[in-house]
């Protein structure tokens, strides 16, 4: 797992779960532990989209508590867990960055998709409307291009200033060239990716 491509909140929400493990007795990290990491994080998106659904951390802490499973042998981040670091990753992909950053937001749609996890099992028991909040999270994380055009969505167009006119006089929006597909992939080129 690569902390280098998680945003600042994310890895406070594992520090958190991490915490929340260690201070329960647990040597395995859950969906559950995540949860309770993100409603730690108040300034997190996860943590505002979860408070806006009517998630309450007291009513949290009592089922995550029940949920602690001290007989598992698993230590570190469950195999279902490191799926939905690799489902948040690939939700982050979605938004076209190059070298997409994971946030909160991409984990909790994870942790969303996912209705056999401890998580989303408490937050069925608290009575929240998951679908509107799997809804809510996606409009935020945004469509990708290619579902926007199907979806009828358009990409408002952006007058350049003019300092970007007098760029595109000098150069090619690249932005733009990846966008319509007309980029080559860049294979086995990542020293200088990384350089550049």
Same mark, same amino acid.
């Given at each position: 797992?690569?902390?280098?491509?998680?945003?600042?909140?994310?890895?406070?929400?594992?520090?958190?779960?991490? &915490?929340?493990?260690?201070?329960? %007795?647990?040597?395995?990290?859950?969906?559950?532990?995540?949860?309770? +990491?993100?409603?730690?994080? *108040?300034?997190?998106? !996860?943590?505002?989209?979860?408070?806006? !659904? @009517?998630?309450?951390?007291?009513?949290?802490?009592?089922?995550?508590?029940?949920?602690?499973?001290?007989?598992?042998?698993?230590?570190?981040?469950?195999?279902?867990?490191?799926?939905?670091? &690799?489902?948040?990753?690939?939700?982050?992909?979605?938004? +076209?960055?190059?070298? *997409?950053?994971? #946030?909160?937001?991409?984990?909790?749609?994870?942790?969303?998709?996912?209705?056999?996890?401890?998580?989303?099992?408490?937050?069925? #028991?608290? %009575?929240?409307?998951?679908?509107?909040?799997?809804?809510?999270? /996606?409009?935020?994380? #945004?469509?990708?291009?290619?579902?926007?055009?199907?979806? #009828?969505? &358009?990409?408002?167009?952006?007058?350049?200033?003019?300092? @970007? /006119?007098?760029?595109?006089?000098?150069?090619?929006?690249?932005?733009?060239?990846?966008?319509? +597909?007309?980029?080559? *992939?860049?294979? %086995?080129?990542?020293?200088?990716?990384?350089?550049?």
């Amino acid at each position: 797992m690569n902390s280098n491509r998680f945003s600042d909140h994310l890895n406070e929400v594992i520090a958190c779960a991490e &915490q929340a493990a260690a201070h329960y %007795g647990t040597d395995y990290i859950g969906s559950e532990h995540l949860m309770f +990491g993100m409603l730690a994080v *108040p300034d997190c998106t !996860a943590c505002r989209l979860l408070k806006e !659904a @009517g998630v309450n951390e007291k009513r949290y802490l009592v089922f995550f508590k029940n949920c602690i499973d001290h007989e598992s042998r698993i230590r570190g981040l469950t195999p279902r867990t490191k799926e939905l670091f &690799q489902r948040a990753l690939e939700f982050s992909m979605v938004e +076209g960055a190059y070298k *997409p950053l994971v #946030g909160t937001e991409h984990l909790l749609l994870a942790i969303l998709g996912k209705s056999e996890s401890y998580a989303m099992l408490a937050l069925d #028991g608290m %009575g929240i409307d998951t679908v509107a909040l799997t809804r809510r999270t /996606e409009e935020l994380i #945004g469509p990708a291009e290619e579902e926007s055009a199907a979806a #009828g969505w &358009q990409r408002a167009d952006v007058t350049p200033t003019p300092l @970007g /006119e007098e760029l595109l006089k000098y150069g090619i929006d690249l932005t733009d060239r990846a966008r319509e +597909g007309k980029l080559d *992939p860049v294979i %086995g080129r990542h020293k200088e990716i990384e350089k550049v």
